[in-house]
């Protein structure tokens, strides 16, 4: 059982926080999941039969492959949480116009309409709760079918990927899209780690790098919706 814990853990990690991404509807909960797979990935590729450890770091061995990893992922959090809490953030009515104030009067009724008649419908999960089961299904049997690595890495890599796609599939803001394909580069990036024989730098740093500006893009296309349509549900694309 020591065992178990002690090698299996980062992979129970990553299947937790990933599953919380797909399910949460709040952007909150959201950027907790990705945070803490940031963490669980880089805790399951710090294991010395991937990448052997070459600093010591307040006491702990790690590896800078890792250590590299984890400062993206966290950055591509931090730059998500930014764009989520300015563009929910409540504005200063002193400092808005007359045309500002009634289109923010108008946004406020929406959004409280909409919580009073639905504030947390179950059947907002069942779509994502299908997806999930469906996700947790494939990724048992296709490692059998198409071995890529251990069972391990094959878990990690076909879990990450599904709930990476079927949050994108499932996503309702831009936000949570933006997430979903975070996840699928992490996924990749989980992989060529794994099962690389040599650790090649210039693949790491273009992983790290579409990281960062793939935070950045769904930062600034954010950005853009807000500033035409006051929100980021996707669904409100449709109806314009």
């Known amino acids: 059982m020591a065992e178990f814990f002690n090698t299996q853990w980062p992979l129970i990690g990553i299947a937790l926080s990933a599953g919380l991404i797909l399910l949460a509807q709040q952007w909150r909960s959201t950027l907790i999941g990705l945070f803490f797979n940031y963490l669980f990935v880089a805790a ?23 250590l590299v990893k984890l400062i993206a992922g966290l950055s591509a959090v931090l730059i998500l949480a930014v764009t989520a809490l300015t563009f929910s953030r409540d504005y200063d009515a002193d400092a808005l116009d007359e045309f500002s104030l009634a289109e923010l009067r108008r946004a406020a009724r929406r959004a409280q309409r909409k919580q009073l008649v639905a504030p947390l419908r179950f059947a907002d999960f069942v779509v994502p709760m299908w997806a999930l089961i469906l996700a947790a299904i494939a990724s048992f049997i296709l490692p ?18 599904l709930t990476g796609i079927f949050t994108i599939v499932t996503a309702n803001d831009l936000l949570k899209l933006g997430l979903g394909l975070l996840v699928c580069v992490s996924s990749i990036d989980l992989l060529y780690t794994a099962i690389a024989s040599t650790v090649q730098v210039f693949p790491l740093a273009m992983l790290g790098l579409t990281t960062i500006v793939l935070s950045l893009s769904v930062s600034y296309l954010s950005g853009l ?6 929100t980021l549900e996707l669904n409100e694309l449709y109806k314009r």
């Open 44 to 66: 399951f590729l710090a294991q010395p039969q991937f990448i052997k450890p070459d600093l010591t770091l307040l006491g702990v061995a790690i590896s800078t492959t890792v």
């Open 144 to 161: 059998r079918l198409y071995p890529i690595g251990s069972e391990e890495v094959d878990f990690a890599w076909y879990w990450l990927t």
């Open 225 to 230: 919706m807000y500033g035409r349509l006051k």
